[in-house]
């Protein structure tokens, strides 16, 4: 008996009608994608390889999360998007009230309650040159579908980081506030951390002081007290950072912005990155250096279960 591993070289050898029956329940549920107005099943979601956001990274974007049917803090991402837009002389297509009715609708149309949506606006098609002039209609797109950064264990036990030679991009030359899809710093620092055995790693800014990680922002707990660098230093204004900044208020954990070293995270009593993404998650470890003791610390804990309670009340419904 001849045994197929892989599909394509079984198709060829199954009848049509053969090939749906073994398949069909496996590609029953199609993800749809929101593309320029219309809802289109994800392999006929296609952009003009003349777009500028694929041949320049010239677009900006959105990482958002759904949970339990509630999009957490939609209007916090669709202003910071609207600013991004702004600061990149990009007209957003649509207005903020058709983007968050395209973005529900986009969760609704996949029968997702718990999702990762990527909310994406490039420049359009152009020419091969730079100019954006030459983009006369944007495109925007938006996937919902699932996402998943860290294996369980780590939000348990914590992340051991490492900081990478790659620096951040300077304020001068790129406002770490503009969420734009030209990532490749962050990529850089990314494969860096790889190569060094580490999941996520700590960026510098040019004067050596901690910006934030490669997709996360970085806190520090030290003797009661919750810092995190200011995004002067160029760190990205995240959501999830703002809700913690919220959620310390609410705990009654003082919290300050400050210049940061590697010296102030090795020393310090906790630490955590936050991310749409990631969410809130402990670090233990960072270049080699024990954090505390080694686990994942109280005030760490507090702001996690304080998260997780908000995430399902403070947004919108679908």
């Known amino acids: 008996m001849k045994i ?36 289109v099943d994800s392999s006929e979601a296609k952009v003009s390889v003349f777009d500028h956001g694929l041949l320049y990274g010239d677009g900006v974007f959105e990482g958002i999360r759904l949970y339990d049917g509630n999009i957490f803090r939609l209007e916090e991402h669709l202003e910071r998007l609207e600013y991004s837009a702004k600061a990149i002389m990009l007209k957003l297509p649509l207005t903020r009230d058709e983007i968050r009715a395209a973005t529900c609708e986009t969760c609704r149309q996949n029968g997702l309650t718990d999702a990762y949506i990527r ?7 152009g020419d091969l040159g730079l100019a954006p002039w030459l983009c006369p209609k944007p495109t925007i797109f938006i996937i919902a579908s699932k996402i998943s950064l860290y294996p369980q264990e780590h939000y348990d036990n914590g992340l051991a980081i490492v900081t990478v030679p790659t620096r951040r991009i300077g304020p001068a030359s790129l406002p770490p506030a503009i969420k734009s899809l030209n990532y490749l710093n962050n990529i850089l620092g990314k494969i860096e951390a790889k190569l060094f055995g580490a999941l996520e790693a700590i960026m510098l800014n040019e004067q050596g002081y901690v910006a934030e990680c490669t997709a996360d922002n970085v806190f520090i707990v030290h003797k009661g007290t919750i810092i995190t660098p200011a995004a002067s230093q160029g760190a990205l204004k995240g959501i999830t950072r703002g809700a913690v900044i919220d959620i310390a208020a609410e705990l009654g954990v003082p919290l300050r912005e400050s210049d940061m070293t590697r010296y ?9 990155l936050t991310g749409s993404g990631a969410e809130v998650i402990p670090v233990v470890k960072l270049d080699g250096r024990v954090i505390g003791t080694g686990k994942p ?9 304080a998260f997780r309670r908000r995430v399902l009340i403070e947004g919108t419904r679908i």
């Open 297 to 305: 610390g109280p005030i760490t804990h507090r702001v996690l279960e």
């Open 264 to 272: 102030d995270i090795w020393c310090a009593d906790e630490c955590f």
């Open 119 to 125: 909310l994406v606006v490039t420049r359009g098609v």
């Open 4 to 39: 197929w591993t892989n599909p394509a070289d079984l198709k060829q050898n199954l009848a049509d009608e053969d090939w749906t029956k073994l398949f069909a329940p496996a590609y029953a549920v199609k993800m749809k994608i929101y593309l320029d107005g219309k809802f």
